[in-house]
């Protein structure tokens, strides 16, 4: 999703989980650039299945 600002631009990177009734923001970034920083997605990837795992295991904590 992106959304601009009167300045500048942000991009929030979400995933739909559980048959698509949750729908999880896993990282927000203030964009300076056309292209998403690779750290980025590889932090929205592990949050991503740190959910899940933490889904498997039946863990109250999410």
Avoid at 15 to 36: D, F, H, I, N, P
Wanted: net charge positive; no cysteine.
């Amino acid at each position: 999703m992106r959304a601009e600002g009167d300045r500048q631009s942000f991009r929030v990177l979400f995933a739909q989980e559980g048959r698509g009734r949750v729908l999880l923001a896993l990282e927000a970034l203030s964009k300076k650039t056309q292209r998403t920083p690779p750290e980025a997605i590889r932090l929205a990837e592990r949050r991503l299945a740190d959910w899940r795992a933490r889904a498997q295991r039946g863990d109250q904590t999410r």
